[in-house]
């Protein structure tokens, strides 16, 4: 069905005779030409001569916060007068969506067997195989199952023995692999277990939670802490969330009331520790989410003052968990302050995406951004690949959609996230996408708390089902049903875009990610083909071109040798290896292993949800072989450059 029939149901002009009809890549033939143009033309050969002239952005500094500070007389919060505290809420009531359902019903967690696994570090506990090997405590596991996590995910085999153990981690695993859980679960048994509680006193206090959890966004502290209640019921424990853009009267109150367990952005920790409502001395357990993120330039000032300046106990005497997606070497190095003797776990490949995810690169021209997301909505569109709720939004619109309810069995909620770069970009595209009948809402740092949460929940709903976000959304954020990231305009460095990416194609499910390519994105040509080539996706031959050209420039450069490994940066022989550890393997391939240099040749498709037969999703290609070739990746510490590019994070939590 045409566009203009489905979204507005008004007469609109007829695609541009000049321009030839749009195929989306993953329904064209292997060898068509593109339609796009000519990477030798003039065009594209003066633009790209150019192309290291480019401004890169500022870097903003660590903002400080107002806070309106008293006379306050600390007294602690204690948990004792909660000893015997039972959630107010139902298991039920709690928001347990049927999404859990979906994976373990519907897709195959047997697929994520053979991913590869690298752990380093002195004696490291032995993966468990079940959640039952584990104790875990009563409640805990009878919320496990509630949850319907029938098996753990390789991160979780890993990962939850070592945090049992009480010992210090840095853990690496793709998007969508389970982190959140890898991370809760022993926190939960552990403050369980440790719950006892000075005793409380009236008035103002002094809130002093066993476990703290850091995030970069608020809704992503919102998101963990939804998480972490879930498998928190009944357990005695208590949670609370703390987050800047919202009134922190309401918050303070929660903590009064006693906290074992802590959600927090660091700004709005900050403020909270400032106003002495807040102590961190009693911290057995700190977990940093997207801990690259977090002591990238944009948060480290000040989650160092959280964790080394105020009263929080040193590590060693603290059990501390960095967990991401990316892990940069310069940033191991750093993070490695925070640890003791910590055991390293790398799942997949360090800063790869998963094989889930069907990565498409397009050359559009920044003018031409627009027209070509046009014709990939109405693409999706035609194909299938719209939502039921969008077709209900359709519907309001126009009538003749009803019908196309009726008839299409295969349409289920997909979802498209579209990201910008800039704040005013997500404004300007929200509208553009919205007059043109597609129903769009934006999420960017600019946004008042209230219309960022009001966004998102419209997009989850499926109400909105197009969300335009700047990278405030680019992490963490577990949407179902998100079908289809589109980069609109690329990300500066290959993390984000990892992470943009990995929005899609969660927990098993197949996604869609489809990237615009401009002369403004020639720095990131290489990374990106390298990327891609490792997660045996087709990577256009203009893309490798640029590369070539970019290697070229570097003075053969080549490949940040380690950027992708699966590598401890203090480069210590992992002291356990599992054979099939170090094959090949993916979420969906279990061929077998081939030879470094042949990796991008082999691939294996599977159709899962979204994407029917076009969901051709392919193996990991993992080379790392053996131990002895891991320092073949490392990195030197100057390597990872493109972190200094990223934007960073003002805005963003
Ligand atoms: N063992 C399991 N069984 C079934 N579902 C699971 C299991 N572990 C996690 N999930 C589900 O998988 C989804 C992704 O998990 P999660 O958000 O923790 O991924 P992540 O690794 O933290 O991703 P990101 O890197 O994007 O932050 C969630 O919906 C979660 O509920």
Not at 112 to 122: H, L, M
Not at 363 to 387: F, I, Y
Not at 501 to 524: P, Q, V
Not at 593 to 621: E, K, L, M
């Amino acid at each position: 069905m045409a566009r203009n029939d489905t979204f507005t149901g008004s007469p609109r002009k007829p695609t541009r005779p000049t321009r030839p009809r749009y195929l989306p890549p993953h329904l064209r033939p292997q060898n068509a030409g593109s339609v796009f143009p000519d990477t030798d033309t003039p065009e594209f050969t003066r633009s790209r001569s150019n192309r290291f002239n480019s401004p890169r952005t500022a870097r903003p500094t660590g903002g400080g916060r107002g806070r309106g500070r008293g006379p306050r007389i600390p007294v602690t919060i204690t948990n004792r007068q909660n000893a015997n505290w039972v959630s107010d809420e139902k298991f039920d009531e709690l928001d347990v969506t049927d999404d859990s359902s979906e994976v373990t019903n519907g897709i195959n967690f047997d697929a994520y067997e053979d991913i590869p696994v690298q752990a380093t570090g002195e004696n490291i506990p032995a993966p468990m195989k079940a959640f039952e090997e584990i104790d875990l405590g009563d409640a805990l596991k009878q919320n496990i199952k509630r949850c319907k996590f029938l098996k753990p995910t390789p991160i979780q085999r890993h990962a939850i023995p070592v945090a049992v153990a009480g010992r210090d981690l840095m853990a690496c695993a793709q998007t969508g692999s389970g982190k959140t859980a890898a991370f809760c679960f022993p926190i939960i048994r552990g403050v369980s277990k440790r719950r006892f509680s000075p005793a409380g006193r009236g008035g103002r206090a002094v809130a002093c939670p066993l476990a703290l959890i850091l995030s970069p966004t608020r809704e992503l502290s919102c998101q963990i802490y939804e998480e972490a209640k879930k498998f928190a019921h009944g357990t005695g424990v208590k949670l609370a969330v703390a987050y800047g853009g919202t009134p922190i009267a309401q918050q303070l109150r929660n903590l009064e009331k006693g906290v074992d367990i802590l959600v927090a952005t660091p700004g709005r920790l900050v403020d909270m520790i400032e106003r002495e409502r807040l102590s961190l001395r009693m911290i057995k357990y700190l977990t940093l989410d997207e801990a690259d993120r977090m002591l990238d330039m944009g948060f480290e000032q000040q989650i160092r003052k959280i964790v080394e300046q105020m009263d929080m106990p040193p590590p060693g005497r603290r059990q501390t968990m960095l967990f991401s997606a990316t892990f940069p070497n310069n940033i191991q190095r750093m993070a490695a302050d925070f640890l003791s003797n910590y055991v390293f776990l790398a799942v997949g490949r360090v800063g790869s995406s998963t094989g889930l995810i069907v990565q498409r690169v397009e050359l559009v021209e920044d003018m031409a951004k627009r027209p070509h997301l046009l014709d990939l909505l109405s693409a999706q569109w035609s194909n299938g690949t719209c939502t039921k709720v969008h077709l209900i939004s359709a519907f309001i619109c126009n009538a003749v959609v009803l019908a196309v309810i009726e008839f299409s069995g295969k349409l289920e909620h997909a979802l498209t996230l579209i990201f910008v770069e800039t704040k005013r970009g997500a404004n300007e595209l929200e509208s553009w996408l919205s007059r043109k009948g597609f129903p769009a809402v934006a999420i960017h740092g600019d946004k008042i708390q209230m219309e960022r949460e009001q966004a998102l929940r419209s997009f989850k709903s499926g109400a909105t089902p197009i969300l335009v976000a700047t990278d405030v959304a680019s992490r963490g954020l577990d949407i179902p049903h998100v079908a289809h990231v589109i980069n609109f305009d690329l990300p500066r460095n290959i993390d984000d875009y990892v992470h943009r990416i990995g929005r899609t194609g969660r927990a098993g499910k197949c996604g869609l990610a489809t990237a615009f390519f401009s002369e403004k994105n020639m720095s990131l040509a290489k990374s990106l083909t390298e990327l891609m080539m490792e997660a045996n996706q087709e990577v256009p031959s203009w893309l490798s071109q640029y590369a070539d050209a970019e290697n070229y420039s570097f003075s053969g450069g080549g490949r940040d040798k380690g950027r992708f490994g699966g590598y401890d940066f203090r480069k210590g022989s992992p002291s356990r290896s599992e054979s099939n550890y170090y094959s090949r393997g993916s979420y969906n391939d279990h061929s077998p292993v081939p030879s470094i240099g042949d990796y991008h040749a082999a691939a294996a498709s599977t159709s899962d949800g979204f994407y029917n037969d076009h969901c051709s999703t392919s193996a990991n290609a993992d080379y790392w072989v053996d131990n002895s070739n891991a320092s073949l990746y490392a990195a030197g510490p100057h390597q990872y450059f493109n972190s200094y590019e990223t934007v960073v994070a003002s805005g963003w939590e």
